[in-house]
């Protein structure tokens, strides 16, 4: 999961859960945003028991501000604590104070375990992805808090049947095309990625 209070370069904000000698019988929290490390390629099954989710639920964000200024700070790892898709946007489906309006839904590199793509989402003008704004079922995905004491809760009138959405787990390989201008003395290269 993601730590934001902890300073320093954006990935040492992760932290392993459940921390160590933990076992798998560990409680995740709902609400909490979870990676999952699939180290070298191997296949991860995801077995969930318990009570199913229902009402409006909190999700856990904070706002610390780093006394260099980084630019990770406010960033919140949450997940849809839903056994289905969810809907993101304002209206009365979401309660939200001092968190912005675009939400970031990683994609995962296969070999590296982190994020090498992010989805946005802009519920005010539907601009982005995942389309509609729907986040799948079990999809962790991130919120900036943009200032001190922010909230974050989701009701029940978010969830959505229009559609079960994405769930992102693995990036697309990008095709990329690089174009140099080349004077003999001077080189401009420019850099176009294309991404599904």
Partial sequence: YYDEPVTGTFEKGYKPYPAPPGN????????RGYLAWMYQNVNLTWDMT????QGTISLPVTYNTSSAGVNHDGW??????YPSS????????????????VISVPDLSIT??????????NWVDGSGNPAAGIIAMGQAFWVKANAP???????ETAKTGSGSGNFYRVSSPSEQLVIAINNGKY??????????
Wanted: aromatic fraction near 12%; proline fraction near 7%.
């Fill in 24 to 31: 798998n019988t560990a409680v995740l929290e709902a609400g």
């Fill in 50 to 53: 318990g009570t199913v989710n």
């Fill in 76 to 81: 919140n790892l949450v997940g849809n604590p």
């Fill in 86 to 101: 969810i809907k993101w946007g304002g209206g009365s489906d979401w309660i939200s104070t001092n968190i912005d309006i």
């Fill in 112 to 121: 590296t375990g982190y994020p090498n793509y992010y989805h946005n989402y």
């Fill in 149 to 155: 004491t922010p909230i974050l809760s989701v009701r």
């Fill in 187 to 196: 080189e401009d290269k420019s850099y176009l990625k294309l991404n599904p």
